[in-house]
């Protein structure tokens, strides 16, 4: 209730802070059977890893996940999955002006309010650190998607700042340090970003996640929509301020002759809707865009207040990612795989298995 | 688990179809002793209420709504509420031809792949009508808000297609009939939607909800953030595709130092953040925006299929809104207001009760 | 988390006072397609309902059922199923004294003080009048069991004060009175009541529910097992002191090679596990029995306190079951049921279906 | 979903298999500011640990544990505590028998039926290892119950086989390997031990648990009541086949004059009720009891089959406890403090505290 699990059938709870001894989560319902090792995780967590590029922290997190249970003879066995991952790079150092005053923009003010008490080295539990179990649950979820149902979820950049990308060759987006699908784009971002680097600034960015192969049905009805946990899941990421959902935003000049996606025996003509209509997948990709602020971690001076309410200016020293949005598409494609994956059990639980005897569109 | 309940320690778990006998909703987890009859309730069902203008719906519900348990002696006792409204219009008619089809961008299609079956009756539970419960169980968060909390929760009609409108005075909003916080811009409203009705075409809209005197600390840091929860309430309501906190999608292009809501013991000097920082209140406003989607039910013939997956015409000749949007604002306020009030409940539970200690900035 | 909801998947959330406007309940997650009309709910209601033999309170409840929405053209559509039971008998009477008085034994003392306030006409929420949605509920999950998979849940009454009955006939325990499945004991039992019935006092009893066709797998392994959440469901049943599974508490004197149920290709040997191994169902029935304590509404007189903490003579002189154990039987069948229905959508779930591959003792 | 979890607000996931890397958990919810160290969780763990007498297995678990986050200079955070125990002595070993073949009223068969694999290495997550994370969890919370609610929750070996004790001497029960009140009955006890080991046998045994200082008003009235939620808890631990609240069983023959607790101003003149009315504390002590199976894991050969389906004589050459219950008296203090735990924080949540303004009986 403390909001550390996400999923009800396909349930992730996590703990551990920045700097504490360690990071992990249990994986709970994960079916039996599935091929599972650590190599299948670590791919995707040193896509999130830090330090991999100029143009990201030069912090290094080994990162390096240890499976301790449910899984044997390299097959997970219905048990919960107990992921760690232990903290190697923890330098004593001294946190005693930090721990005295609360920064602009981070949750150092929040947390002392909601606990009396916060572990304030690194952010704590605040730190984007906290995604990393976030994105070896996910790849739990993605394996099993596209193993058994065939479903593949993939993420892209698809603004940084001004620039903007769109979906040229979906090979392109794990070649470049940006997760950017247009190659034509990446050099402009590099200077982007050199020169912001220069300044001492960050930058704001924009996040596509896209599931192809979706078996219409997955989702509930009512409050739990397919899209509402989706915003609620890409919501829950550090520095997210924004969802939409297919058309998103645009929606709202369309008028309903136009956005509407009409259906023929040969498919849905549009996907407006994102795959999902009444809050359950259609059978078409589902598609949806996350706004991630930039960080406010900035090396330029910004006024703050101390513990004791008066006025400190605070300047970050530490290493932190000009622009966060950049190693957020795995954190993103994690989060939808594992919504994706809890309401395919949920499915299976109430109504037995995806239908397939019902006119399939598009899928032809 | 099938997504009929919202809330975790207030809950709102509801029931009932459009053109079924009755819709009804339980509210577990109220506190005890708060003033309460359906005179409370009545307020906002009638804002939500279609036919109230000739700009939505002509459609007659009469929403009213009896509390079956839970209150004795005109105050809350701690044991569920019980909220039901009988449908009284449930006119015997032709369904045959709907019942046979899959109209374009409704839930027809999707309900059909998940369940096998389906009450094809006004959409059945896929039905707008479902959100009446919604806003009246969303009157009992916000009586209890207001009155314990001092916490004050508002919508509006920020956009109607292509036209926009700025919170000029908040008392202005139910003086028209499109919760429309610039009395200026109402005319050019009234003459879109005319237009619009003629032509038998539907359009877009933006509603944006705020929650003023919130204390700091509400919200869970990791999953369960505020804003992460109000993205799962917005979204789930029927037509929502889009979902901003404070400066949502704009952040995209922000720099940090622009973005960052600086302090000082005065307060804060901006609300980027929308209230929540690492997804806790800051004590700021919570800002929210949504954009829906206009309806898809109209009457200009649109491509669909029917159940065997032969191509059929549809038009829909009931009565409908032609900007479903209008109708939303005390809804998207009901959503903000429970997931207020199990937040609220949540910091009680785990952390004893919203702290005064620390300085607040803002408020002083 | 108010606790007026149960189970995962198969969810009953109920609401409703004694002497309030109506009792009700939604259940979420029925799956789609079940036949289902208020004739299959009026048959265990009314084996519960009171008044029908000299043995049970005269009070007249009609019990009348109505469901409310999740049912379209005599088929359960998947979407929640609300049912409502209005209070017709709701007499104005004087309840000044009650209002003032902690009866002994009586939740009066602990609504007190858990809420501040209570609804004191007839026990408000604490009355056993509640158990009816639960067997309305119980009523839904039973068919689908029946109808799906072959499983009956049936109990009996096995002793009554100091009558001990044994299952000679099941057909003989909707013959008499007592739900006593041996007609030879019914004499004793009638002889017994109707002393006690003279003398004012009241007498506990113990009811046996048994589970026959469940498949092996259903449970899980460690906090919700099995037989621990038919230990909840059936402990949160009006009156409830004691609940076994298989051989109980007579396993603490048995020795390992006494208790162990081997097993042989034919089947098991013995049930001692009462058809739960690891929390896991082994084909074997589901066996579990339970202890009601003796009502404490006496009109022999009692000694409590007032609110203001003087003692009080209290008298009930009220219509109440001098056993509340007798009507016990259909509400114990009802949550093994739910329970049942439950774990089984919850295999469904995580593990595709209950499995029939590997061997299957005592069903060959 | 999977059971894994326990608790609503103060909740415990674990992970874990006997014979894996590690046994770990996630405590979510506790509140913050409570100081907490190894210390405090392993003097707990040292009382359920194996090897330290004769009459308990011989195995040599070093169950140190290891606290990764959560707390923070000596104190909780309110962030989630991450609990690990590392697996030191995984000896390599032949379980290639073990593996083809299931032990008499063994969880081998049902996990394989439940899930299609299991880990059969020492049972795998059916082991009663797992409860070791239990007893660590429950530590935090009677120390939590004990410092801010001058709560203490204590057990005790009531009967072993067929010997009795009651509870002469709380300063015993730690005296002595059984953790038996009675210090008299310690010969005894050993002698029928060192009796039954050389026989190869087992036997069950009897623990109850008493809460004292608990205040009236914890408990759901509903399906949550406090005996529910304990019977849940305590019914989950491995081996355990009953439990009884107060007079339990015994309330069967009682009459209600007998039964019923009466109340004068200076107290509750009994506690038959075991300190819960309507499932709500009542301010006296909280009595459980539960009954304990023999373990099946017996030197003495047993009829089973294999995986496929033929006849086998299992023999189990393991270090096993042949009394598991002796073992058990921390788990069943450790559930009920959880259980205590819970319903403190969810009584805070919707009601703001434990009422004081009532008279409160029996502690004046």
Known sequence: MS???????????????????????????????????????????DRRKPGTSRHTTQRREADEVRILSGVFEGKTTGTPIGLMIENTDQRSKDYSKIAEQFRPA???????????????????????????MRVAAGAVAKKYLEQRLGIRVRGYLSQLGPIKAEVLDWDQVDQNPFFCPDPGKVPEMEAYMDALRKEGDSIGARINVVAEGVPPGLGEPIFDRLDADLAHALM?????????IGAGFDCIEQKGTEHRDEMTPEGFLSNHAGGVLGGISSGQPIVASIALKPTSSLRLPGRGIDVHGNPVEVITTGRHDPCVGIRATPIAEAMMAIVLMDHYLRQRGQNGDVDVATPVLGQR
């Open 3 to 45: 909001g550390n699990s996400f999923g009800k059938l396909f349930t992730v709870t996590s703990f551990g802070e920045s700097h504490g001894a360690a990071l992990g989560c249990i994986i709970d319902g994960c079916p039996p059977g599935l091929e599972l090792s650590e190599a299948d995780l670590q791919g995707d967590l």
């Open 106 to 132: 981070h949750a150092d003010y929040t947390y002392m309010h909601k606990y009396g008490v916060r572990d304030y080295r690194g952010g704590g539990r605040s730190s984007a650190r906290e995604t990393a």
């Open 236 to 244: 829950s990421i550090n520095a997210v301020k924004g969802v939409e």
